[in-house]
């Protein structure tokens, strides 16, 4: 059973620092890993990863894969109000050399961004 | 709006009761799950459709829950003689099919449910 771990759980700063999320992940047949946003509604996507050390980045968000290692971290630099949210990272099931979206969830980092 | 599109937002029911929600895909996604979520947990897989066909089902699923996608378009998840325990946000998401590659899914706003 696909497996996915985040850390910490919650998180508070204050405007202007940098956070670093963490996933590390148990699949059988990996192939992506991906980073949803959720403010209290629907997650957003944020990044799929799928090669190892190459880092995806999106404005102040980047992140990157460790496939050696089995993890990945999300960076958010000068942070702002407005980043306040659960993180979730999440792995697709793979069946049979496809992969049809299922999605295996951390249990998300609450992250809290006082001005 | 284009997006996947969830009613209700919100339900409040009588332990007992069913309750049905409904969920629309982004046009020509023919990949649909649902999840639940509860706090302070990341979603939970219920289960997946390919057009009508309704694939897999998680064994959180008991006999009480009930999903369809009958034209292969729109779904309805419903709930037969809610509990308490059944209260959570039921998130509806789509993919499209592009063979072996993956492809994020998208989400809808989710119906909270709340059984009283």
């Known amino acids: 059973e696909d497996k996915v771990v985040q850390s910490p759980l919650s998180l508070v700063v204050h405007e202007g620092d940098t956070v670093t999320l963490n996933c590390s992940y148990e699949?059988?047949?990996?192939?992506?890993l991906l980073w949803y946003k959720q403010e209290k509604k629907a997650p957003t996507f944020l990044f799929m990863l799928?090669?190892?050390?190459i880092e995806k980045k999106s404005g102040r968000l980047s992140s990157i894969l460790d496939k050696k290692e089995l993890f990945s971290i999300l960076n958010i630099t000068a942070t702002q109000t407005g980043d306040s949210a659960v993180y979730l990272c999440?792995?697709?099931?793979?069946?049979?050399?496809?992969?049809?979206?299922?999605?295996?969830f951390g249990q998300g980092t609450i992250l809290t961004v006082h001005p | 709006d284009t997006g996947v599109s969830q009613d209700p937002r919100h339900k409040i029911t009588k332990r007992g009761q069913n309750v049905t929600f409904r969920c629309d895909p982004i046009?020509?996604?023919?990949?649909l799950y649902w999840y639940r979520q509860t706090l302070g947990q990341g979603p939970e897989f219920l289960t997946y459709?390919?057009?009508?066909?309704?694939?897999?089902k998680s064994r959180l699923l008991s006999d009480r829950f009930s999903a369809e996608r009958p034209k292969g378009s729109f779904s309805t998840l419903e709930i037969q003689r809610t509990e308490q325990g059944d209260s959570a946000m039921y998130l509806c998401?789509?993919?499209?099919?592009?063979?072996?590659?993956?492809?994020?899914?998208?989400f809808g706003q989710g119906t909270r449910l709340t059984v009283v």
């Open positions: 998401a789509s993919s499209p099919h592009r063979g072996p590659m993956n492809t994020e899914a998208f």
């Open positions: 699949v059988t047949n990996f192939r992506s």
């Open positions: 799928t090669s190892s050390g």
């Open positions: 999440a792995v697709p099931h793979n069946a049979g050399g496809t992969s049809y979206g299922k999605l295996t």
């Open positions: 046009s020509e996604h023919n990949r």
């Open positions: 459709f390919q057009n009508e066909a309704q694939l897999e």
